[in-house]
């Protein structure tokens, strides 16, 4: 089993940055890809980030190209999303997801494709 505990969510106005962690605990060494995805009131949850097992490949959502980026401490076994550039639709509770094989690109956008879940932390965006 692979427990994931997300943070660093909160209130910031627009243009403001934030930095959400997960830290990963249990059988982290069957953890391949891990992702970011989000969910605001009233929407199915979507598809932010993902990064390989290895930490050197991300791929982001379009809407949150060049504003987001997605890192992992291997150590840590810790999870990152700087976020810079906030704007009030980025509003929504992110979550981060571990997957036990690696995802291709056709797939990583899937909830369904990831194998553990967070618990999911309040991002709000004031305009």
């Known amino acids: 089993q692979v427990h994931l505990v997300e943070s660093g969510g909160g209130l910031v106005q627009t243009g403001g940055s934030l930095r959400l962690s997960c830290a990963a605990s249990g059988r982290t060494s069957s953890i391949y890809t891990m992702g970011w995805f989000r969910q605001a009131p009233g929407k199915e949850r979507e598809f932010v980030a993902s990064i390989n097992s290895s930490g050197t490949s991300a791929r982001y959502a379009n809407p949150v190209e060049g504003r987001f980026t997605t890192s992992r401490d291997m150590t840590e076994n810790t999870m990152y999303l700087e976020m810079n550039n906030l704007k009030p639709e980025d509003t929504a509770v992110y979550y981060c997801?571990?997957?036990?094989?690696?995802?291709?690109?056709?797939?990583?956008?899937?909830?369904?494709?990831?194998?553990?879940w967070g618990q999911g932390t309040q991002v709000t965006v004031s305009s």
């Open positions: 997801a571990a997957s036990q094989r690696p995802l291709l690109s056709e797939t990583m956008f899937y909830p369904l494709n990831y194998d553990y």
